[in-house]
């Protein structure tokens, strides 16, 4: 019984550790996303340790075609697909 407790203690313990492992790049690639300029380069991993902005969605979705971007290469991988 006592093993079987260590046992499940032990595996959760690494679930949560791998877990973490895993979803940390994806924490770091959201939060520089709201990064000014050539801050998203500083390594800055709490979300107030630094200016966080909406400008980088700003110019996105303001000055440059993003959605005709994203068309032109949905119709792209479809056409690829039809190929196949």
């Given at each position: 019984m006592k093993q079987s407790?260590?046992?499940k203690i032990w595996s959760h313990l690494t679930s949560v550790l791998l877990t973490l492992v895993m979803?940390?790049?994806i924490y770091v690639m959201i939060l520089?996303?709201?990064r000014p300029g050539r801050e998203i380069f500083s390594?800055?991993?709490l979300p107030w340790a630094g200016g966080l902005t909406?400008?980088?969605y700003r110019t996105l979705f303001s000055e440059q075609?993003?959605?005709r971007s994203y068309i032109n290469t949905f119709i792209s991988s479809?056409?690829?697909k039809?190929?196949?």
């Open positions: 407790k260590i046992y979803l940390f790049p520089g996303s709201f390594f800055k991993l909406l400008e980088g075609n993003f959605f479809v056409d690829r039809s190929v196949v």
